[in-house]
């Protein structure tokens, strides 16, 4: 199982960055999007499930940020639009089978992309 994130790099507030993870390997419960900003725990993005159903931490990204997976390419997609300076974080790619009340737990996933970085800034 391999876990490969893309996309990141400096925006200006206000803009937008489409972050893409590829995926190989079997097929997870699980698929979710991680940010770890400097000096702060590991927080959870959003996930889609096996059933397509997408989870959001919304009080941060609620109706900025859209989680998508293409299963024709097997890659993981994050969205991310109006971003904040506080967006401004590595963002991290997982996969796993956590169940449904603990899918915006990072000890849900078992598998980990090597992170990209995110700068929002002017």
């Known amino acids: 199982v391999q876990l490969q994130a893309s996309g990141g790099g400096l925006v200006q507030p206000g803009g937008s960055l489409r972050l893409s993870c590829a995926l190989s390997?079997?097929?997870?419960?699980?698929y979710g999007w991680f940010r770890q900003a400097p000096g702060k725990e590991r927080e959870f993005v959003a996930a889609?499930?096996?059933?397509?159903?997408?989870?959001y931490n919304t009080e941060s990204v609620k109706g900025r940020f859209t989680i998508s997976r293409d299963n024709a390419k097997n890659t993981l997609n994050l969205e991310m639009n109006s971003l904040r300076p506080e967006d401004t974080a590595v963002y991290y790619c997982?996969?796993?089978?956590?169940?449904?009340?603990?899918?915006?737990?990072?000890?849900?996933?078992?598998?980990w992309g090597q992170g990209t970085q995110v700068t929002v800034s002017s």
């Open positions: 390997g079997r097929t997870f419960r699980s």
């Open positions: 889609i499930f096996y059933s397509g159903r997408k989870y």
């Open positions: 997982a996969a796993g089978d956590p169940i449904l009340s603990s899918v915006s737990a990072s000890g849900g996933y078992k598998y």
